[in-house]
DNA sequence: TCTTGACTGAGAGTAACTCTAATTTTTATA
DNA sequence: TATAAAAATTAGAGTTACTCTCAGTCAAGA
């Protein structure tokens, strides 16, 4: 049985979170001890690796609650769940894509700047000068 | 030169965003009309590309908004404008890799459930039921 | 002329934390 | 055993980054 320390250890989430999430209905199984201390079995870890998941892959909190009710009431709703779970995959995949095409312009960047720190050249551009448009573009 | 809408057409971003970022500062050369509509260039729609990149890579505004006042410095503070993004670039490289991991896990959840429907089988696991831990993990 | 649609700023509302404070419990040490 | 430090609880305030609403301005077409 885990704290909630323990859980925001293991599954590198801020305990505030832990106990945010918990609050909003994500975690319907945890127990207390007789002095109301929240105790997560390993079961219960399953939960917060899925809602983990579901978030880092920016799901609502709203959606996520609608998800783990469908999970409470059981057999009917599994075409539900796997669509959200299948929408879910196609939407992270579609923001690796989106990440993807902005490491591109980082990369791009960052060989800019690396230039004109290696061969200490000027910065081609600061605004107290006037200067065409193609000049300014690159900052 | 384009209106709040146009750039945000363009560039898939809402209106509304456009103008909090211009409030924020991260367009510092945008113009007005006579009336006082703000008209963008196309130098102007280069930093509305670099906002949204370092957006969708998490930097939080107040860091984007330094990004923004070192570019208007000039030369001098190339190295730290360097570490920005070179830092954001390495924040994005571990943001996909999370993602991917994900994925997994969302495939996974995806195949049980596909399984499950296609073969008319019972969700395994209903709450009324009482049932064994590891009957319970696959929800 | 009238109305429709795009623009404006101010400010209220929202999501999802994130932090603080007051209080209670647990645990480690003297 | 006493006690102090560490860890748990809740309620509620604060923060970030939008997101939306509204009242008002302005240009263009029926």
């Given at each position: ?29 945890i127990k207390r001890s007789e002095t109301n201390i929240r ?61 993807t095409e902005q490491i591109s312009l980082l990369e791009y ?31």
């Open positions: 049985m885990y704290t909630v320390k323990e859980v925001a250890d293991k599954m590198n989430i801020s305990e505030h979170t832990i106990r945010f999430w918990a609050k909003s209905g994500f975690f319907p199984f105790l997560f079995d390993d079961h219960d870890l399953e939960w917060v690796k899925i809602v983990k998941c579901l978030r880092v892959a920016g799901v609502e909190n709203k959606e996520i609650k609608r998800y783990i009710d469908l999970c409470l009431i059981g057999d009917s709703t599994v075409p539900e769940r796997y669509s959200i779970i299948q929408k879910t995959k196609e939407k992270t995949k579609e923001h690796i894509k989106e990440l960047k960052e060989a800019f700047y690396k230039n004109i720190m290696e061969n200490n050249l000027k910065d081609s551009w600061n605004p107290i000068n006037n200067i065409t448009i193609e000049e300014k573009i690159n900052l």
